[in-house]
């Protein structure tokens, strides 16, 4: 059983700059593949990002101004969200799987986050 909590959320100004954290229990968390997604109002929940043992994958429209790590030390994957437009608004989810089999398929992942709102004021 793996638990993840987001953290960093916010309002920001347009251009301006937020990084999200997402800690993880458990002790097998270098095996899951790490992902984030978000849902703004009306809309379905979208694949963001990922990272897994091959590499990093996004979305296009984030490509360039998102970065997406982490620290299997601290049991922890991160999303650092630069020159932020008001079209990133949106409640971002942290997923985890274990085996994963499609990136942007939501039933992929094994675990979610509960999600930590992200406002970007114009």
């Known amino acids: 059983q793996v638990q993840l909590v987001e953290s960093g959320g916010g309002l920001v100004q347009a251009g301006g700059s937020l990084r999200l954290s997402c800690a993880a229990s458990?002790?097998?968390?270098?095996?899951?593949?790490m992902a984030w997604f978000r849902q703004a109002p009306g809309k379905e929940r979208e694949f963001v990002a990922a990272i897994t043992r091959i590499g990093t994958w996004y979305t296009d429209s984030v490509k360039g101004r998102f970065t997406i790590s982490r620290d299997n030390a601290k049991n922890t994957v991160y999303l650092q969200m630069n020159s932020l437009k008001p079209e990133d608004t949106a409640v971002y989810y942290c997923?985890?799987?274990?085996?994963?089999?499609?990136?942007?398929?939501?039933?992929?992942?094994?675990?979610w986050g509960q999600g930590t709102q992200v406002t970007v004021s114009s």
């Open positions: 458990g002790r097998t968390f270098s095996q899951y593949a």
């Open positions: 997923a985890a799987a274990r085996f994963l089999q499609t990136m942007l398929t939501l039933r992929s992942y094994d675990y």
